[in-house]
């Protein structure tokens, strides 16, 4: 409350939990004065109401201290529910009671106030006792990542200690930060679980495995240094997804302070995706994505490593003996095959992928160069329940919870794949192990894809069959389809590629985005489905498309005109430049839109359309030089004013490098501009140090802690064998089945 408050223990208060005398300025142009009054009225039921014969000792204490003289300004904190019907009826009982003011905050004053102030949870064990409430929930976090490692128990018993894995401890242990790529089935997740596992044994680490960016600044605390966080596919699982990347982009000042207060982030991504997202990447905003130490491509195997990782997979498999027997003349071939990755391993060591499989030199090679064709027949090989098991998955988006409840569009599409819900648990549990996997995560149980390859297989397996297609699209919801789906061939790696057919389905899903929301605050989850629509649009839909959406929406070309600020990450203003490619953006409105993003430029509160090359597309060589020069004449000269303006805003609860990101990115886009004008970089440059001196006299910088190192092995050099690794793998399989 930015207020010295005096406080009365329990009992005898006197109506009063707290008082302080002064004028107070809770919001806006509201001025509160005079002698204050503070009561809490706490409830232990969920959900509750307050009512007003909850209040009525308490109005009658109030007449009493108005009438000592006590109380001119009565605050009412509740960690009850309170309407806005309801605060008036308060207010009005208060006001006859004497109260000259009175402010009322209920729950949802609470819950904002501590989610948006850090300092404000760090201090709540010692208001509450009850714990950092942060902390008491990120302990059910860690629960759950502790759950995810032990799951992966006998995968990481296969594991192989690779140059790579050396190569992403050493990263981890110098940067704090590391980012596995390669291809799909490379070993990313592998690795990335083996430094988890160091990071559990040797520091006992609190580890968190998130799926997005904005789970890494919530979950943040600063006070505990041994967090490490996970993220697998952190710019999509078998897609590039552009929101996962602009969410990245906001958290990105954050992640320097993080790591040196002692914060370990490990990330993955497939190989085509990470080179997609850098083009969207605020990499100035994070240099460490720059550095070839902390980017690590895990597909480089040594011979050595690739001929352990295929011994291990088999002596801990589940191949009979006679199956061992029979291919151990050609595993020196299979691990020395160009495409030998070690999902191949896993597949040769389970009978599932094997059982049509002729163990000869020829079949094998077959078996390791097309293994997307070979696991495309396995899918097809598979009967009913099972397909309708892979089926449910896919439309689930990979995380089909448990007990499974089913919507009504899923009982139908399971029944026209002549499945239904006890055939689909049936298939499930056939395919576990192999196909599928159960694990825990967010607190629930679910099924998921043992492989993410085996997603990208059932995606190609759709592709081919325009009915099953179909029962796909009807049977899915909305959110799901735009991560899978593009209505038409825009180029999208392992998309599912909608056919112009189908397309009304498609416009009908969109109109269903929000219906059933999944966030309780209704701002957020209409925030939230916008961004996904106009992302969808943007980046997932051809010209045929787009035109037929337009045609139901054409409200939709005036809100691309006029984008809200932070340009690099609003989803309308790539939706304008998609359409403006494709000759679909009317000229009025293109002269909006140009209208707009130049006034923020002007004006200092976002530069971007100076230097973004998807805003200067929308633009003509005259209009931008037109905004360069408007900029140079009317911005530069105020740019001390506007940073100013900049510091002038900063709150105490947020470090002074986060606040100043935007201004700081502004300077860039200015310098890139003006780059060959020394009058405009020296203005450019002296606000950049000002900043910067400003940013750095931040008492609240965080120290670094003690260094935390995982540590190597030493490297042993390859040793030339002339007795083969292989050589006792069926004699291993003999003693295990004994």
């Not at 002064?22 to 409830?43: D, M, Y």
């Not at 000792?57 to 007449?63: I, L």
Request: net charge negative.
């Amino acid at each position: 409350m930015g207020q010295a408050v005096e406080s009365f223990l329990d009992s005898n208060d006197g109506g009063r939990d707290g008082a302080f005398s002064g004028t107070w300025k809770p919001s806006g142009n509201e001025n509160l004065a005079g002698r204050f009054v503070i009561q809490c009225k706490h409830t232990s039921r969920p959900a509750y109401v307050l009512q007003l014969s909850d209040l009525t000792d308490e109005v009658e204490k109030a007449k009493r201290l108005v009438t000592a003289g006590r109380c001119d300004c009565y605050v009412l904190l509740t960690n009850a529910g309170v309407t806005g019907t309801r605060v008036e009826e308060i207010e009005a009982l208060f006001l006859a009671a004497g109260v000259k003011q009175v402010a009322v905050y209920g729950s949802t004053w609470l819950t904002q106030q501590i989610q948006e102030h850090k300092r404000l949870r760090m201090l709540v064990p010692r208001v509450y006792g009850l714990g950092d409430l942060s902390q008491i929930l990120d302990e059910r976090a860690y629960a759950q990542a502790r759950a995810i490692i032990e799951s992966m128990r006998e995968d990481l018993a296969k594991v192989v200690v690779t140059e790579a894995y050396q190569r992403s401890v050493e990263a981890l242990d110098r940067h704090s930060f590391v980012l596995l790529v390669g291809e799909p089935a490379a070993g990313k997740t592998t690795i990335a679980s083996m430094l988890a596992m160091a990071a559990l044994d040797q520091w006992n680490a609190s580890l968190l495995k998130l799926d997005e960016p904005a789970e890494v600044a919530k979950r943040w605390n600063p006070d505990e240094p041994s967090q490490f966080f996970w993220l697998d596919d952190a710019f999509g699982v078998t897609q590039y997804e552009e929101f996962l990347v602009h969410g990245w982009n906001r958290i990105l000042p954050q992640l320097k302070p993080m790591l040196r207060k002692g914060t370990k982030i490990v990330m993955t991504s497939r190989d085509y995706i990470y080179n997609r997202a850098r083009r969207d990447l605020k990499e100035s905003a994070f240099p460490l994505f720059k550095e070839s130490q902390v980017v690590i491509d895990v597909h480089e195997l040594t011979g050595q490593e690739r001929r352990q990782i295929l011994y291990n997979h088999l002596k801990l498999g589940k191949q009979p003996k006679t199956f061992l027997t029979d291919i151990k003349p050609f595993l020196e071939t299979v691990a020395d095959h160009p495409r030998f990755i070690p999902e191949m391993a896993r597949r040769l060591a389970d009978p599932l992928f094997t059982k049509d499989l002729f163990v000869d030199s020829y079949y094998i090679g077959q078996f390791v160069e097309k293994r997307e064709q070979l696991l495309h027949e396995v899918l097809q090989a598979l009967d009913s329940n099972s397909k309708a098991a892979l089926a449910l998955i896919y439309m689930r988006n990979d995380r089909l919870t448990s007990p499974i409840e089913l919507q009504p569009t899923e009982v139908d599409a399971l029944q026209r794949l002549g499945s239904d819900l006890g055939g689909c648990i049936s298939g499930l549990e056939a395919l576990a192990g192999s196909l599928v996997v159960r694990t825990s995560a967010s607190g629930e149980a679910m099924w998921r894809f043992k492989h993410p390859t085996i997603g990208d297989a059932y995606a190609a397996h759709l592709v081919q069959s325009p009915d099953l297609l179909g029962i796909y699209l009807q049977g899915s919801d909305p959110a799901r389809l735009l991560e899978q789906v593009s209505c038409g061939d825009v180029g999208i790696e392992k998309a599912v590629v909608v056919p112009t057919s189908l397309f009304p389905i498609m416009l009908s899903k969109l109109d269903q985005l929000g219906e059933n929301k999944v966030r309780k605050d209704s701002w957020l989850s209409g925030f939230d489905t916008r961004r996904k629509r106009l992302g969808f649009l943007s980046n997932r839909c051809s010209k045929e498309f787009l035109t037929a959406y337009l045609e139901k929406h054409v409200k939709l070309l005036a809100a691309v005109s006029s984008p809200g600020l932070m340009l690099s990450v609003v989803p309308e203003v790539r939706l304008a430049a998609r359409l403006h490619v494709l000759g679909l953006l009317p000229e009025a409105n293109r002269l909006e839109f140009v209208r707009t993003v130049s006034q923020y430029a002007i004006d200092g509160r976002d530069t971007d359309a100076l230097d973004n090359t998807t805003i200067r597309g929308v633009f003509t060589d005259s209009e931008h030089a037109t905004l360069v020069a408007k900029v140079q004449t009317q911005l530069l000269p105020k740019l001390h004013s506007v940073r100013i303006d900049c510091q002038s805003d900063w709150v105490s609860d947020q470090s002074r490098e986060d606040h100043m990101w935007s201004f700081l990115a502004s300077l860039d886009n200015l310098r890139r501009c003006y780059q060959y004008d020394s009058a405009a970089l020296a203005i450019i440059e002296a606000e950049s140090r000002q900043a910067t001196s400003w940013i750095n006299d931040d008492d609240n910088n965080y120290d670094s802690p003690p260094p935390r190192k995982l540590g190597k092995l030493k490297s042993h050099p390859e040793a030339s064998q002339v007795r083969s690794i292989f050589d006792d793998i069926d004699a291993v399989k003999d003693a295990s089945e004994n």
